[in-house]
């Protein structure tokens, strides 16, 4: 039950995270919902069948790495200067984070060690709460 929870929470985070770093109808959004889409995935997984979560999350850090060449819309509108270059260089920081959480979160699940996912997982949180924070109006 509690792997089903942590499942359920990736997909829901990285559905969060679409939000952070674009907005929709934008290429970057797009690759977002990808990344949101791969992870639902693992909902409908046998929670023993440790290589298609691995596959699963693959795939989401496949459409992650493809999400970073595009830069969040809110960065790119913001008026130029030394906090928008800071901003962007902080955007990706967050975005290259989440794609090492991602390959982590893969790896905990190939090993088949639920120690492993909860601590990528708890990586995925913070760094979702940090993005959401800054890129967000919320």
Known sequence: MKLKTILCATAGLFFAM????AEDDT???EQMSDVSSSLKKLRKIDKDDW???ANAVRSA?????????FTATMVKDMKDGPEKVKS???SRRLLGLSYAALCELEIAFLEKDQKKVDAAMTKVKSIK???H???TDD
């Open 61 to 69: 850090h496949v459409s992650l790495l493809k999400a970073m060449a």
């Open 18 to 21: 679409s939000n952070v770093w």
């Open 27 to 29: 290429p970057m959004s």
């Open 129 to 131: 709460k940090e993005g």
């Open 51 to 53: 290589v298609g979560m």
């Open 133 to 135: 924070d800054k890129y």
């Open 88 to 90: 962007l260089a902080d």
